[in-house]
C-alpha cells in the first residue's frame, strides 16, 4: 500500500514557476514508478510526466517538454515536479500515481493516486 500526498500548488502569473512535491508512505516506495497527471475542468485526466523506479528513465508530455521535469529522491519517499514557463492552459488539479513496474504514460495502469492539489496560471 502507498499513500501519496501532494503539495505546491497555488497561483502563479504566466512565466512563472511551481515546484510540485508528492510524498508518498511505504518502505516499497522506490520500487514503484511515478507518474504526474492533470485535470482540468471538464477535461479527462491528462499524462505530464513519468519516471522510473531509479529515476534513471523518464517521459514528459510534448506540452510539457522543456518547461516541466520530473524527478525523484527515494531517499526521501518523493517525487517533483519543476514547472518552469508556466501558461494558462497549464492550470488544472495536478495528480501524482504510483504504479509497480515501468512507467507508463495511461492512467488507467496506475494504482494509487494522491487527492490532487491546484495549479492555475493567470495571463
Known amino acids: 500500500q502507498v499513500q501519496l500526498i501532494e503539495s505546491g500548488g497555488g497561483l502563479v502569473q504566466a512565466g512563472g514557476s511551481l515546484q510540485l512535491s508528492c510524498a508518498a508512505s511505504?518502505?516499497?516506495?522506490?520500487?514503484?514508478?511515478l507518474g504526474w497527471f492533470r485535470q482540468a475542468p471538464g477535461q479527462e485526466r491528462e499524462f505530464v510526466a513519468a519516471i522510473s523506479w531509479s529515476g534513471g528513465s523518464t517521459s514528459h508530455a510534448p506540452s510539457v517538454t522543456g518547461r516541466f521535469t520530473i524527478s525523484r529522491d527515494n531517499a526521501k519517499n518523493t517525487v517533483y515536479l519543476q514547472m518552469n514557463s508556466l501558461k494558462p492552459e497549464d492550470t488544472a488539479v495536478y495528480y501524482c500515481?504510483?504504479?509497480?513496474?515501468?512507467?507508463?504514460?495511461?492512467?488507467?495502469?496506475?494504482?494509487?493516486w494522491g487527492q490532487g492539489t491546484q495549479v492555475t496560471v493567470s495571463s
Open positions: 500515481a504510483a504504479r509497480a513496474g515501468i512507467q507508463s504514460i495511461s492512467p488507467y495502469e496506475y494504482d494509487y
Open positions: 511505504g518502505r516499497t516506495f522506490r520500487t514503484y514508478a
